[in-house]
């Protein structure tokens, strides 16, 4: 397929988590009605960010996948004919959790899940307390509009992350995220740690030549303290910006990506087939040092 369009649902959420589910079900379907073929939604969707306290009470809102929201998204997808990249707090067994992003495909088939792979332990954002390192490795998925790629937020600062799932042969690179500033940082700091995020991920269809989408939550939570920043956004396969969402607004917005695009940027800017893979070896140590 030599286009798809994306729908990019950024959104506030609440303490209901089934409040959110259907907020996002109802934004899935502006998305459709747009014309979007894939809609992504934000990391943790159905609650609020809950990894600013390590409280042993949250792991309640954890559920198998598939399970509940699976199943009613499922619904969704077959009945509009959407992908849908849904980010859930999976319950994998008693004691054991994940950070796992489900995909639908648009005939509401449950095509299967990625576990987010690097996982933070900052002021904030305490997930180690949460979540497990995933362990089925990077992934893509063959959908009706295309084969995708999908990270989990922390993922999007490794550039290994993003290469090796462009080299399963990922179409579009997705990265339902969540991520603020603490309300007392200043506005310089603030625009600082937003461009580095941007950056990052642009860098990442630069390098590769596919399409990126970040997909991102705002509002304010944590009583205040923490203003999520929004400013979701689609670049194309040379890293340009087709859309870019407003740092406070909730927005649903559908972009067409052009996938043939990823050809004539590898062949012009040739960076994909000039690797020199028989030096990389060094990669997989912590630091290259004496020990």
């Not at 369009?5 to 996002?24: F, I, R, S």
């Not at 700091?189 to 990126?212: C, E, F, L, M």
């Not at 303290?225 to 917005?253: C, D, I, P, V």
Request: glycine share 6%; charged share 25%.
């Amino acid at each position: 397929m030599a286009k798809v369009k994306v729908g990019l649902v950024q959104m506030t959420c609440t303490k209901d988590k089934q409040e959110n589910l259907n907020k996002a079900i109802e934004q899935v379907k502006v998305a459709a009605a747009k014309g979007a073929q894939i809609v992504c939604l934000q990391e943790l969707f159905t609650s609020l960010y809950f990894c600013d306290v390590e409280d042993y009470d949250n792991f309640d809102l954890a559920e198998a996948i598939p399970g509940p929201s699976t199943d009613a998204l499922s619904v969704v997808a077959k009945e509009l004919g959407v992908v849908i990249i849904a980010s859930l707090f999976e319950k994998r067994t008693q004691g054991l959790y994940h950070n796992t992003t489900a995909i639908l495909d648009a005939d509401g088939t449950y095509l299967g899940k990625y576990r987010k792979m690097h996982i933070p332990d900052d002021p904030a954002f305490y997930e180690k307390f949460y979540f497990t390192p995933g362990d089925l490795g990077y992934k893509v998925f063959e959908t009706k509009f295309g084969k995708i790629g999908v990270l989990i937020c922390w993922d999007q600062w490794y550039p290994e992350a993003s290469r090796i799932t462009a080299l399963m042969g990922a179409d579009i690179l997705f990265y339902p995220t969540a991520i603020g500033w603490a309300t007392d940082q200043d506005e310089e700091t603030n625009k600082d740690q937003y461009n580095a995020w941007q950056t990052i991920q642009r860098s990442h269809a630069v390098a590769n030549g596919v399409p990126v989408v970040s997909v991102n939550r705002c509002g304010f939570e944590q009583d205040g303290a923490m203003k999520f920043w929004g400013g979701s956004f689609a670049t194309n396969a040379q890293g340009r910006l087709l859309y870019l969402a407003s740092h406070e607004n909730e927005e649903t917005e559908v972009v067409e990506l052009d996938l043939n695009e990823t050809d004539f940027f590898r062949k012009h800017w040739p960076f994909l087939r000039d690797r020199r893979i028989d030096s990389y070896q060094p990669i997989t140590k912590r630091f290259i040092d004496e020990d």
